[in-house]
């Protein structure tokens, strides 16, 4: 497996400038295909309104126009600079709809979505403080979610795997196969509860020889614990000195709204370090 098209979402935001440079290194070291997209928004009106409507539609329509001229500022900024990072097969795209649609169809059609933490403090954000976790619930591809502050200038040279036997841990660690074959020190992590162990030490060494076969070595990390499972994951990246966590997403949507697991919640709310989840 190879990250054939990389999506990376436009929006001008705080740590726009971030993805779009990580974006570029990444499409250039897998020789992959980079879509910069950036959505509008635009709301649909109805075609006739009446007379007392006339004022509000006024304002909705300069706002609509505000918006797309961002995405189209977005857009044309992604193309001067992947044309000038020498990059051979990049586009730009300029959605007509609003952001979470927008990255969740052109997603499914991408091996890997680059986002960003959201920002609940941030007064020009254009998206939700929830839309990474309600684009990776929705598509069914890897989502490469970087932190909302500082600059990434390198990562994936340590790994830090979450691993946990369920079928979620199982899809991020192959979702992540080609970012593992080019770190250089890969860490095995299963976080246990003092009376119950998560997997055993069989199944952990099974999985590194899994890992051997696809050309990538290990170490296999098991500790029992009693904190909070999202904390000590965290902490114990920190110890490793790791710059990329790989882990499974655990949610579901409940009516309109957004249900994620504890651990999910902690890491991608909290996380300093790029996070490679998949759910």
């Not at 950036?38 to 006739?48: K, S």
């Not at 990562?155 to 946990?164: A, E």
């Not at 614990?225 to 997403?249: H, K, N, P, S």
Request: include cysteine; charge should be negative; charged fraction near 20%.
């Amino acid at each position: 497996m190879n990250y054939r098209t990389l999506l990376v979402h436009l929006d001008g935001d705080a740590g726009c400038a971030a993805r779009v440079a990580l974006a570029l290194q990444m499409a250039a070291r897998h020789d992959a295909h980079l879509v910069g997209l950036a959505a509008t928004g635009a709301l649909h009106l109805p075609v006739v309104v009446e007379a007392d409507m006339r004022g509000w539609t006024d304002v909705v329509e300069r706002s609509r126009s505000h918006q797309f001229d961002r995405a189209q500022a977005c857009v044309n900024a992604f193309q001067v600079q992947a044309d000038a990072s020498g990059l051979k097969s990049f586009e730009g795209v300029l959605a007509q709809e609003e952001a979470e649609a927008a990255m969740v169809r052109h997603g499914r059609l991408s091996d890997l979505l680059i986002l960003s933490q959201a920002d609940a403090h941030d007064e020009g954000a254009t998206v939700a403080t929830d839309f990474p976790q309600r684009v990776f619930m929705q598509t069914g591809r890897p989502v490469l979610m970087l932190p909302r502050v500082g600059s990434v200038a390198e990562f994936g040279r340590t790994v830090l795997v979450s691993w946990s036997g369920t079928r979620e841990s199982a899809r991020a660690l192959n979702d992540a196969l080609p970012l593992l074959r080019m770190a250089t020190k890969v860490s095995l992590l299963c976080l246990d509860r003092p009376d119950e162990a998560v997997v055993s030490r069989l199944e952990l060494n099974d999985l590194r020889h899994w890992l051997e076969r696809h050309g990538i070595n290990s170490e296999c990390v098991q500790i029992s614990t009693r904190e909070d499972v999202g904390d000590a994951l965290l902490l114990r990246a920190q110890g490793l000195g790791a710059d990329l966590i790989v882990m499974g997403g655990f949610g579901h949507s409940r009516w309109a709204e957004l249900v994620l697991g504890g651990v999910t919640r902690t890491v991608l709310g909290t996380a300093v370090v790029p996070v490679l989840i998949s759910h």
